[in-house]
């Protein structure tokens, strides 16, 4: 059975993947799988060796940089203190929400030098939903292709944005869920449609509006049997990004959600199969290699391998004999695997790494990363992969059968600096976002 990935950068024109190493367009990059085909990246920088520049980001925001051209642009959130004390309960047991009022912004910077080009304001929420602190209001990753931006904050709104002029092309306020914890799902382009996630612990629905305009073009709710207790938000929401797939020469728009995850027929947006694994608070994009499609299946801790060409049963529901393998012991939940070489690589939220042989789910080898928990998925580029913890620390490994540290790198004054945004690769330069700051980490 014939399968491929449809990369993001390519997306509009449904071309064959091969990865880009000049942009960076969407989560996970121009492959939406982490993978960069650039040669020339640095190994070693610190804030005084292989900066090219460094700009600081105002407000709030784990959305990861992307780039095209001579544009680099991330989205943040400014929060307006409520005046109340985030700890506080409420009646019931919830915590107050400590923002008042939340702004929503799209940032452009200059490639070459760095400056702010644009800083947009693109809405304003007053007593927004209750965000965890843990995550952002500006979390989901931005999309942006020729001459567009599509900047996504979950229930609080998305923007398109003219990226010559600035100016706003068309937004959506209307879509909503219940987050419950905060927005995490970002946007995805292919062809002429935008398509969002939105799995909240009120609403599950998957939706593709026209990029053109922000129309819906469909709206499909999940219809998720979720095993009790169903009252608990934390069992319906998920935060992952769908990816699209060519498997035996028919488009596969594919979306995780808690318990479930689902294919859909990204015209239309009728489901083509689902797959009952458990779960919730899943955020890892699915990857397609080697006629497997890897998952994971959020807090119930499972990685599985599905057959591609895996047929559904009776109601849409693959079959048990779907999963080639599946591993239970230390898989990630927050970043996303990378499948190179046939071979699997992650890092786990407390900084645990794996490499697993990529057709059978054993393992090669496995360590430690020591110090810090990792919420950013790594990204691959000249046979190393970079992985960003969450005190300011980049890992450098080799890529390959043998566990190796290249390097470790620090960026920002305090461990308050870290990384909650994932990588960006493009041309012969790292764009790595800290609490704080953009850098273009690179030679000079």
Known sequence: MRTRLLPAALLAAAAAAAPAGDSWPGFRGPTADGRSDAKDLVTSWSETENVRWKTPVHGRGWSSPVVLGDQVWVTTADEVPAGKDPAAPKKGGAPANPVKEVHLFAVCLDRDTGKVVHDLKLGTEANPQYCHPFNTYASPTPFVEAGRLYAHFGSLGTWCVDTATGKTVWERRDLRC???????????????LLYLIFDGSDLQYV?????ATGKTVWKTDRDIRYPSPAA???????????ALFDIGGRPHLVCPSAECTMAYDPKTGAELWRLTHGGMNGSARPVMANGLMYLTSGHSGKLMAVRADAKPGAAG?????????EVTKNVS?????????????????LGVVSCLDAATGKVVWTDRLQGAEFSASPVLAGG????????GRTFVLAAGRTFEVVSENRLGATKDDGFMASPAVAGDS???????HLYRVGKK
Do not use: E
């Open 430 to 436: 790292l764009f790595l976002r800290t609490r704080t």
């Open 207 to 211: 939706c593709a509006l026209d990029k």
């Open 178 to 192: 219940n987050h419950f914890r905060g927005p995490g799902s970002s946007p995805v382009v292919y062809g002429d």
């Open 317 to 325: 529901q693959l079959p048990k004999d779907a999963v080639a393998w």
């Open 384 to 391: 190393h992969l970079y992985c960003c913890d969450q005190i």
């Open 232 to 242: 608990d938000g934390d069992n319906k929401k998920a935060y992952a990004t769908p």
């Open 333 to 349: 939940l927050r970043p996303t695997v990378l499948v190179d070489g046939g071979l699997v690589y992650m890092v786990t939220d």
